[in-house]
């Protein structure tokens, strides 16, 4: 369905290439969009995306090599994170990625500098094609996600040994790594390193586990949506928050627990289902709703670019709105799962 | 001493209590105002409340009270003009065996709250001189009006409305005047945005507004328990049961209501629960059973909220959302005495019929929603007149640049909040000094 887009991207050279690649994805995708063919889009959707940043990050790569600028270091990783690392992003997402590297130790001050400039370069031009900067600044024009593999390790440590939300935060920012361009095994192998090190301690998991019970899904007792009361976005709902990242934590978490190595949040799903970790009614109603979250996001950021994670209720149609209350009631139900095993996990 | 002078001295000590219960209102109106405004305007909109009980307590003494209660026609009092008694001029209050001069004192209280009610419309925007005209007015023209419609002898009374209190004489009409002068007022700047998607303007002092809720519904006590204006019966202490009932029914529902629809357990929507089960209360207190009471006061806590969610998305800005919380509860607790008044309770209080579950019938129902209506439709077409007059001749609101900097160093010259709002107290960076 997208195919033409993903040949196009095969030989762009210049951002403004990419740009009208990215434009036309949008267009294809108004062509393409129901929620019957949602699973083969989000692959293509996801793939042109990957291409996109592939095609950048090689580009950056080009240039800092012209430029001569610091120590290329001898393995070096861009991975990304959030939707895109999960394989479920809408059209227009937010950058999410970061760089991973190894070197000598006598060369890391040079390393730094050459990774630094390409991650400029990088950023600055996926922001010209259509990707906002991460408002959460997790890109990796930021050192906490830039970093030679011992610094990695180092700060690592630091969350798993401190536990405060914002170091949660981190690690569940950090569960989504997937590599992307360079040393794949370099990304593949900080997040194994991750999961197993979280697994391995058990106060921090359920602690990580009460993570997942925030922000509360807002459906009330009665079934009835809590859309925004104030602001630019009364009575929208903020599509990521109404119980979509709830869902994919709670997927993080739970493949945490039971050790299954999987990225994206398809992947947990299925493996937790097989493993019995999730039980199947349950397992099946989060696959319904992801694909419901999914379909409602792509479609809606085809339509603004703007506030795109905002959705005015009454713009959608009594179907979708039946359809994302029982999402909505999925994601309450898995929250009160993981809640019950993180009570277990006290006792 | 007889017992028929004791009993005179009781109901007179009883009435000046409630009265100075009722009075002492103003300050729970001045917190609670005070508590859900802005800083930069929190001196005037608790100064204001001082200006209006006096304005109110001048014009009420020289016309209004003589309006409400004195004798005339079925529409309004045309004897006892600066409280001149003469025979049968006051024969509307003559069941209440106290002093003239203490019936004026109870009855002005209920002027001045139902002023101070109009005032929620008007708030963080009006100048100060629309307060002297239009308080005056509303206290000569309006307030004393339906009063004497329904408790001066008038046709609303004549027909048997139920309105023990004040739920539509007192609280519907300042709500409707609040309503008119919100509208032709305009929103607050940066109320709405340019899609008229509303922006919340969060009072300053969630403190002020709990404790001026608590203090209104202490004065409550007068307000309605008062009303019964003695104390040989007891009768007073079953309505400040049902009132009290009513209150707490409303603050629970409130919050309920608050924590389903927007998930939120939001604390001054509790508040406004409270005052929105008190206001729906006054009316029905002497005509419904505990159990009654307990439901009015729920509905209108409840639905008062929802109303006050919704006229925001209609683009009506009501700072203090005075016509929800008197207003919609006002109507609420007239109407409910169609539906609960008991026939217990109506033969002791001698006042129109049982209501629709008791078997009465839908003709005090009707009486009820004929008040209601009638009372609305005065208050609204002579708001707006007076109101409409004022904004093309005096003006109603004051420029920009006065809303921006704020209304207590606009209007009165220094702020409320000096340290925080004033740049003469802010501290100086060493470069300033």
Redesign the interface.
């Known amino acids: 369905m997208l195919a033409a887009v993903t040949d196009r991207l095969k030989t762009a050279e210049s951002v403004t290439d990419l740009r009208f690649c990215h434009d036309e994805l949008v267009r294809e995708l108004r062509r393409w969009l129901a929620l019957e063919h949602i699973e083969q889009l989000a692959e293509e959707v996801v793939g042109v995306h990957e291409a996109m940043f592939r095609r950048v990050f090689f580009l950056a790569e080009q240039e800092t090599v012209k430029g001569a600028v610091g120590i290329r270091p001898s393995a070096w990783c861009w991975y990304v994170m959030g939707s895109i690392g999960r394989r479920e992003p809408t059209v227009w997402t937010d950058q999410d990625h970061g760089i991973l590297f190894t070197c000598v130790r006598e060369e890391e001050k040079g390393c730094y500098e050459f990774i630094r400039h390409m991650a400029a370069i990088g950023t600055k031009m996926l922001y010209e094609i259509g990707y906002p900067y991460c408002s959460g600044y997790v890109m990796a024009t930021n050192k906490r996600w830039a970093q030679s593999m011992s610094d990695w390790e180092r700060q690592l440590s630091s969350y798993l040994d401190g536990g405060w939300p914002n170091d949660l935060r981190f690690l569940y920012i950090a569960m989504d790594m997937r590599p992307l361009y360079g040393d794949v095994e370099l990304a593949d192998a900080g997040r194994r390193a991750l999961f197993a090190e979280v697994a391995d301690r058990p106060l921090l998991l359920a602690r990580m586990g009460e993570h997942v019970q925030f922000p ?1 899904v ?1 459906l ?3 079934g ?1 949506v ?1 859309t925004e ?7 929208a709902i903020h599509m990521k928050q109404s119980g979509y990242v709830q869902i994919a934590n709670a997927l993080k978490w739970l493949a945490c627990l039971t050790r299954v190595p999987a990225v994206t949040t398809l992947e947990r799903q299925r493996m937790l289902a097989e493993s019995g970790a999730l039980p199947s009614a349950l397992s099946i109603d989060v696959q319904e709703a992801l694909a419901v979250y999914y379909y409602i996001r792509l479609k809606y950021s085809t339509e603004v670019e703007d506030g795109r994670e905002y959705v005015l209720w009454q713009t959608l149609n009594r179907a979708e709105q039946k359809q994302l209350k029982q999402a909505m009631r999925t994601a309450k139900r898995l929250q009160r799962f993981v809640a019950r095993r993180v009570v277990g996990m006290y006792e | 001493m007889g017992e028929k002078t004791l009993m005179f001295g009781l109901d007179a000590l009883w009435v000046m209590l409630a009265a100075v219960l009722v009075i002492g209102m103003q300050a729970g109106f001045a917190l609670l105002e005070a508590g859900s405004t802005r800083m930069k305007n929190s001196g005037h909109v608790a100064g204001k409340q001082i200006l209006s009980f006096a304005l109110a307590s001048l014009a009420f003494w020289a016309f209004g009270f003589a309006i409400t209660f004195g004798a005339g026609n079925g529409f309004i009092g045309t004897e006892g003009w600066f409280l001149q008694e003469g025979e049968g001029t006051f024969d509307s209050l003559s069941w209440a065996n106290v002093p003239l001069a203490l019936k004026f004192l109870f009855q002005l209280g209920f002027a001045g709250v139902s002023l101070a009610i109009a005032w929620g419309g008007f708030a963080e925007r009006a100048k100060l001189s629309v307060y002297f005209v239009f308080g005056t007015i509303f206290t000569i023209v309006i307030y004393p009006v339906i009063g004497h419609w329904v408790w001066g002898g008038g046709w609303l009374g004549q027909m048997g409305m139920q309105d023990f209190a004040g739920s539509t004489v007192v609280h519907l009409q300042g709500a409707i005047a609040a309503l008119v002068a919100t509208v032709l007022l305009g929103p607050r700047i940066g109320k709405f945005n340019k899609d008229k998607t509303p922006n919340v303007i969060p009072g300053h002092n969630q403190v002020y507004t709990v404790i001026g809720g608590l203090i209104l519904w202490i004065g409550w006590f007068g307000f309605n328990a008062g009303s019964t204006m003695a104390v040989g019966d007891g009768f007073f202490g079953y309505v400040a049961l049902t009132t009290n009932l009513a209150a707490a029914a409303g603050a629970i529902a409130a919050i309920l209501t608050a924590k389903v629809l927007v998930g939120k357990a939001d604390i001054p929507a509790m508040v406004n629960g409270v005052l929105a089960a008190l206001v729906a209360i006054t009316a029905a207190c002497a005509f419904v059973e505990p159990w009654a009471a307990v439901i009015i006061g729920a509905v209108a806590g409840s639905f008062t909220f929802w109303t006050s969610v919704y006229f925001e998305r209609k683009g009506i800005d009501d700072p203090i959302y005075a016509f929800s919380v008197h207003g919609i509860a006002g109507i609420i607790g007239t109407i409910s005495t169609g539906f609960f008044a008991s026939p217990r309770l109506v033969e002791i209080t001698g006042v129109g019929k049982a209501g629709l579950v008791y078997g009465g019938g839908f003709d005090q129902l009707i009486v009820q929603t004929v008040g209601v209506v009638g009372a609305a439709i005065y208050v609204a077409v002579v708001s707006f007149a007076i109101l409409y007059v004022m904004k093309k001749t005096i003006g109603l609101r004051v420029t920009a640049e006065q809303e921006i900097s704020g209304l207590d160093i606009s209007e009165h010259g220094a702020y409320g909040y000096p340290e925080q709002l004033d740049p003469a107290y802010q501290p100086k960076t060493a470069a300033q000094r």
């Open positions: 509360r807002p009330g007792w009665f009835n809590q009361r104030w602001g630019p976005h009364s009575g």
